[in-house]
């Protein structure tokens, strides 16, 4: 899928979280549940790192540039060393090793490992950088060119700050769901590893398919494309992902919102 499908699915599915938890008796914090659905909105593009035309490649200005570049050679020469019998030749790293489920794991747990180590500061940089992916994610249109990238940032930097301080104050959730001393934000992971796996659900979705399940083998491939009966997938960017996903993508959202703050 697209950028934009991709963060709204990421948004949707946190607010799905929120809900869920509403309706077990553990009701979110609201700036939990809308700094999650950012944090996840952001999340959803990361697993494009491997792809240098991307929305993510264009989001941080030359530094993204190069580290999707570094990404791309990295997954390729992962996806090399591991390709087993079955597994076709490719001439690129994308949709290889930074769309399976253990990248995601390894995403959020070094998330939260930062949140909890780094202190505020570090939580103000997962912030700022989850920010700027689900600005440019979900407001795309908005985003384009590059005269906009500075506004960008700047709007993601405000923001984190005032997110941050607004859940450092009792109650609003640094604390919420691990409340040990130190466990403040451990669970910033979350979002992280739910937008990472979303994403590759999404682009399984496609014709291409995705090898979520690496390094776990599938008969002779090690790097099988996990996906529905070709009949019924799409191509990214199809009217299918822009009339029938994304609006899909924004109702459960606005009902997962709902329920998550107990409206319905």
Request: with cysteine; aromatic share 10%.
């Amino acid at each position: 899928m697209m950028g934009p499908a991709h963060s709204l699915s990421g948004a949707a599915a946190w607010l799905g979280v929120g809900a869920a938890a509403a309706a077990t008796g553990h009701a979110m914090p609201w700036p939990v549940l809308l700094v999650g659905a950012l944090i996840c909105a952001g999340a959803a593009l990361a697993p494009d790192l491997d792809h240098k035309s991307a929305t993510i490649s264009r989001s941080f200005g030359p530094l993204s540039k190069w580290v999707c570049e570094v990404v791309d050679k990295l997954s390729y020469a992962v996806y090399k060393g591991t390709r087993k019998a079955g597994d076709p030749r490719r001439s690129g790293g994308h949709r290889t090793l930074t769309h399976t489920w253990l990248w995601a794991v390894l995403l959020g747990a070094g998330g939260s490992v930062a949140a909890i180590t780094g202190g505020r500061w570090a939580v103000l940089g997962l912030l700022f950088v989850h920010l700027v992916l689900a600005i440019e994610g979900l407001l795309w249109r908005a985003t384009r060119g590059s005269s906009a990238d500075v506004l960008v940032w700047l709007l993601a930097a405000t923001s984190a700050w005032i997110l941050a301080g607004t859940l450092d104050k009792p109650g609003n959730g640094a604390d919420w769901l691990f409340t040990a001393p130190g466990q403040e934000y451990l669970w910033l992971g979350l979002p992280i590893v739910l937008g990472a796996l979303v994403h590759d659900i999404g682009d399984a979705l496609t014709v291409s398919g995705c090898p979520i399940l690496w390094p776990i083998p599938v008969g002779r491939k090690r790097w099988y494309p996990i996906g529905p009966p070709k009949a019924i997938r799409f191509r990214a960017g199809s009217w299918v992902e822009l009339k029938v996903l994304m609006p899909a993508f924004i109702l459960l959202g606005g009902v997962g919102c709902a329920a998550a703050l107990n409206f319905i």
